[in-house]
């Protein structure tokens, strides 16, 4: 059986329509189909990457930051004693009469060696103690209030003005624990 020129087109044209339809399904379809998605993944990647870069950076500053304050808060005078620090302050507040009691103590914290000392501060006005708390913060000695307790003094019926009892706990970081 021969077919004839018209025949033989339309066999040739059927069978090239079918190898483009399998080629373009199965070849270029998924070639495509991966190509997009390899665009979406290298975007997606170059975000991440930006994120990455900016938490680098983030890291940096925030190492600077811990390494300066790490120096500036275990930095003090030779001999440095928070005792007498406390001392010094209260001198220049003008409340050493007002201390009734002191204990210093030293403690690991974390990585750190911390010294604090309670004092008892009786007959205190709000201005005495916002003397003290003022000088305390800006002592060079990096130190801080860990704790502080409020209360109104009991006193006689012929005495006048309000005066406070106060419990402070302050600190400082000394160096790195051995």
């Given amino acids: 059986m021969r077919l004839s020129g018209r025949e033989q087109w339309l066999v040739v044209a059927a069978v090239g329509f079918v190898v483009v339809v399998v080629l373009g399904n199965y070849i270029v379809g998924p070639l495509l189909e991966n190509n997009l998605l390899l665009e979406r993944k290298v975007a997606q990647k170059r975000q991440e990457l930006n994120a990455f ?49 002191y204990k210093p ?11 604090t000392v309670d004092m008892d501060l009786k007959g205190l006005t709000l201005e005495d103690l916002g003397r003290l708390l003022r000088d ?18 009991l006193r006689g019926r012929d005495e006048s003005g309000d005066r406070l009892k106060v419990k402070l706990v302050v600190g400082t970081l000394v160096g790195k624990v051995s």
């Fill in 53 to 101: 870069s900016g938490l680098e950076v983030e890291l940096i500053r925030l190492t600077e930051r811990y390494e300066a304050f790490e120096e500036r808060s275990t930095r003090h005078k030779e001999g440095f004693s928070l005792y007498v620090e406390l001392e010094a302050i209260a001198q220049r507040a003008e409340l050493k009469d007002k201390i009734d009691a």
């Fill in 105 to 115: 103590a030293e403690h690991p914290v974390g990585d750190y060696r911390e010294q």
């Fill in 136 to 153: 305390i913060e800006r002592s060079r000695e990096s130190l801080y209030v860990k704790r502080i307790e409020v209360s109104q003094e």
